[in-house]
């Protein structure tokens, strides 16, 4: 049975989503019991010789990116052959590239269930977890493989990814290196490490990796070659700069903010020039952005251009424009050599530069007062303590693939906590379709039409919902608008499903603390 969306499974059938997760952790707390007692030695072995053949034909097509027909032929020996292990685990692998996750997560339970010393089995499943978001039974499975077969790479690669999630970027790092050691010709391998590289800011070792993968991965998805060209020749330029994000002035400054739709604005220069520049602090950016109308105006060049990127609104695409600037300041802080994307904006009735990324505020324990309307920024290296945390409100700071800060949000009607990005740049908070389209939230659809300003243009009459409640612990805000929009493009590189995004009409009832050196996001209600 094919399901679309993961999301619309959850949602279709939530006492079933209820049911799998609780024997889920039962089978798995079972099994580590049962491998440290090494209680079951009768693992399936049953591939014949024309199977293993069909097998390595099936890998040879993936990693041509032919998935179709990858899965097409597996299909056959599993059919053929309903026992045979080797090709159900490759053919949930198969499922999860193409995002059918529910089908990939029963298909590598039902053997890691049967065959507890399996531990191809178990890493696939901690994958199929990893991308669901279940965080906590994700690792479980990843150690439990790597318990069983310390040179498996698959689980080396999924423990690097949890990592990088969860903002242990080094660590993650090693993970990574270890599972492209141990397989040097799988691309998903190599392309985990130059994203993790960049974010860790080696950037040639980047270069390096993202070179490696293009050598072997499939010559058919031109968009995605293309961009990875530009970035190569981006992260080549930054890998001679001596250092990136320099900080220099004052330990620490407050400026005010003034909030346009829900947006929170800062003023900040750039370089020599005294022109202050309004700048939007948005968290659901990986980096800067820069209009091209003040680039142009500044006379800030490009460095390199590569291929489409994807966001929301219009067609969903825009071009890729890399560019650097030598320092930027922020009242008495000033940061150096800062890259920099730099695109056309698309808002009409107010003036907005640019954007700051999270790249830049992470070096800060950053700090937005919704209710003083400030913004503080304080170099970690002269934080003594760790911030006054609000127990029921102190999130992990989760990292997704393409950069984006996500949280666990609990909607009033659905029964599983769901991934939602924290945008403080999106003026208003937004669903996925998939959940929009559920009987859960369907009911709270509004006869509004509301307009969608994105980075790839400009969206008309777009659905609204007014959801009842939205949840971060035990604290609520009831009564919150949402539009519903195609969040495919998003989930296609965020390494695990969000089903929404919390802009500026949720997080504006809150003070802010990103806490980037004990991954943490501290949310404290306005009174």
Same mark, same amino acid.
């Given at each position: 049975?094919?399901? &679309?969306?993961?999301l619309t499974?959850?949602?279709?059938?939530?006492?079933?989503?209820?049911?799998?997760?609780?024997? @889920?952790?039962?089978?798995l707390?079972?099994?580590?019991?049962a491998?440290?007692?090494?209680?079951?030695?009768?693992?399936?072995?049953?591939?014949?010789?024309?199977?293993?053949?069909?097998?390595?034909?099936?890998e040879?097509?993936?990693?041509?990116? &032919?998935?179709?027909?990858?899965?097409?032929?597996?299909?056959?020996? %599993?059919?053929?052959?309903?026992?045979?292990?080797?090709?159900?685990?490759?053919?949930?692998? $198969?499922?999860?590239?193409?995002?059918r996750?529910?089908?990939?997560y029963?298909?590598?339970?039902?053997?890691?269930?049967?065959?507890?010393?399996?531990?191809?089995?178990?890493?696939?499943?901690?994958?199929?977890?990893?991308?669901?978001?279940? +965080?906590?039974?994700?690792?479980?499975?990843?150690v439990?493989?790597?318990? @069983?077969?310390?040179?498996?790479?698959?689980?080396?690669?999924?423990?690097?990814?949890?990592?990088?999630?969860?903002n242990?970027?080094?660590?993650?790092?090693?993970?990574?290196?270890?599972?492209?050691?141990?397989?040097?010709?799988?691309?998903?391998?190599?392309?985990?490490l130059?994203?993790?590289?960049?974010?860790?800011?080696?950037?040639?070792?980047?270069?390096?990796?993202?070179?490696?993968?293009?050598?072997?991965?499939?010559?058919?998805?031109?968009?995605?070659?293309?961009?990875?060209?530009?970035?190569?020749?981006?992260?080549?330029?930054?890998?001679?700069?001596?250092s990136?994000?320099?900080?220099?002035?004052?330990?620490?400054?407050?400026?005010?903010?003034?909030?346009?739709?829900?947006?929170?604005?800062?003023?900040?220069k750039?370089?020599?020039?005294?022109?202050?520049? *309004? +700048?939007v602090l948005?968290?659901?950016?990986?980096?800067s952005?820069?209009?091209d109308?003040?680039?142009q105006?500044? *006379?800030?060049?490009?460095?390199?251009?590569?291929?489409l990127a994807?966001?929301?609104?219009?067609?969903?695409?825009?071009? $890729?424009?890399?560019?650097?600037?030598?320092?930027?300041?922020i009242?008495?802080?000033?940061?150096?050599?800062v890259?920099?994307?730099?695109r056309?904006f698309?808002?009409?009735?107010?003036?907005?530069d640019?954007? $700051?990324?999270l790249?830049?505020?992470?070096?800060?324990?950053?700090t937005?007062?919704?209710?003083?309307a400030?913004?503080?920024?304080i170099?970690?290296?002269?934080?003594?303590?760790?911030?006054?945390?609000?127990?029921?409100?102190? @999130?992990?700071?989760?990292?997704t693939?393409?950069?984006?800060?996500?949280? &666990?949000?609990?909607l009033?009607? %659905?029964?599983?906590?769901?991934?939602f990005?924290v945008?403080?740049g999106?003026?208003?908070?937004?669903?996925?379709?998939?959940l929009a389209?559920?009987? &859960?939230?369907?009911?709270?659809?509004k006869a509004e039409?509301?307009?969608?300003?994105?980075?790839?243009g400009?969206?008309?009459?777009?659905p609204? +919902?007014?959801?009842?409640?939205?949840? +971060?612990?035990?604290?609520?805000?009831?009564?919150?608008?949402?539009?519903?929009?195609d969040?495919?493009?998003?989930?296609?590189?965020?390494?695990?499903?969000?089903?929404g995004?919390?802009?500026?009409?949720?997080?504006?009832n809150?003070?802010l603390?990103?806490?980037?050196l004990?991954?943490?996001?501290?949310?404290?209600?306005?009174?």
């Amino acid at each position: 049975m094919k399901y &679309e969306n993961f999301l619309t499974v959850v949602f279709r059938f939530p006492f079933r989503k209820k049911k799998f997760v609780r024997s @889920l952790s039962v089978c798995l707390i079972t099994t580590v019991f049962a491998i440290l007692a090494a209680a079951n030695d009768n693992v399936s072995q049953t591939a014949g010789g024309d199977a293993k053949q069909i097998i390595k034909q099936a890998e040879k097509l993936a990693r041509k990116g &032919e998935l179709d027909e990858a899965e097409k032929i597996l299909r056959q020996v %599993v059919e053929s052959n309903p026992q045979h292990s080797k090709a159900k685990l490759n053919l949930s692998y $198969i499922l999860l590239k193409q995002r059918r996750i529910l089908e990939a997560y029963e298909m590598s339970f039902e053997i890691a269930k049967a065959e507890p010393k399996n531990s191809y089995a178990y890493a696939v499943l901690g994958t199929t977890l990893l991308h669901a978001g279940s +965080f906590r039974n994700a690792q479980i499975a990843f150690v439990n493989a790597l318990k @069983l077969n310390n040179q498996e790479p698959l689980a080396w690669m999924g423990l690097g990814m949890l990592d990088f999630y969860e903002n242990r970027i080094n660590q993650g790092l090693e993970s990574l290196r270890e599972a492209v050691y141990l397989e040097p010709q799988e691309p998903d391998f190599l392309y985990a490490l130059a994203q993790v590289s960049a974010r860790a800011e080696r950037y040639k070792e980047a270069a390096d990796a993202y070179k490696n993968f293009l050598r072997i991965s499939p010559q058919t998805d031109v968009e995605r070659r293309d961009r990875i060209k530009g970035l190569i020749n981006f992260l080549q330029f930054l890998g001679n700069r001596q250092s990136l994000y320099d900080l220099d002035g004052a330990k620490q400054t407050v400026v005010p903010v003034k909030l346009v739709n829900d947006r929170p604005v800062i003023q900040i220069k750039l370089g020599k020039s005294d022109e202050p520049l *309004n +700048f939007v602090l948005d968290t659901g950016s990986g980096i800067s952005v820069i209009s091209d109308a003040t680039a142009q105006r500044l *006379n800030i060049k490009p460095i390199t251009r590569g291929g489409l990127a994807r966001g929301i609104g219009g067609d969903g695409k825009f071009e $890729i424009v890399y560019g650097f600037l030598p320092s930027i300041y922020i009242g008495e802080v000033k940061i150096k050599n800062v890259p920099v994307y730099i695109r056309k904006f698309h808002t009409q009735n107010e003036r907005v530069d640019g954007y $700051i990324g999270l790249s830049l505020i992470s070096k800060f324990l950053t700090t937005l007062d919704y209710g003083n309307a400030t913004f503080t920024l304080i170099n970690q290296s002269s934080v003594e303590e760790k911030p006054a945390e609000t127990k029921n409100l102190s @999130l992990p700071l989760r990292l997704t693939s393409s950069g984006f800060l996500s949280g &666990e949000v609990e909607l009033e009607g %659905v029964q599983v906590p769901l991934n939602f990005i924290v945008d403080t740049g999106a003026s208003v908070s937004v669903i996925s379709e998939a959940l929009a389209n559920s009987k &859960e939230i369907s009911p709270f659809v509004k006869a509004e039409k509301m307009r969608v300003i994105g980075a790839a243009g400009i969206t008309e009459d777009v659905p609204s +919902f007014l959801l009842p409640r939205i949840s +971060f612990g035990a604290h609520s805000r009831n009564s919150i608008t949402a539009v519903a929009l195609d969040l495919n493009l998003i989930n296609e590189t965020s390494g695990f499903e969000q089903a929404g995004i919390l802009g500026g009409n949720f997080l504006k009832n809150y003070r802010l603390t990103f806490d980037f050196l004990n991954s943490k996001v501290i949310f404290v209600p306005i009174k």
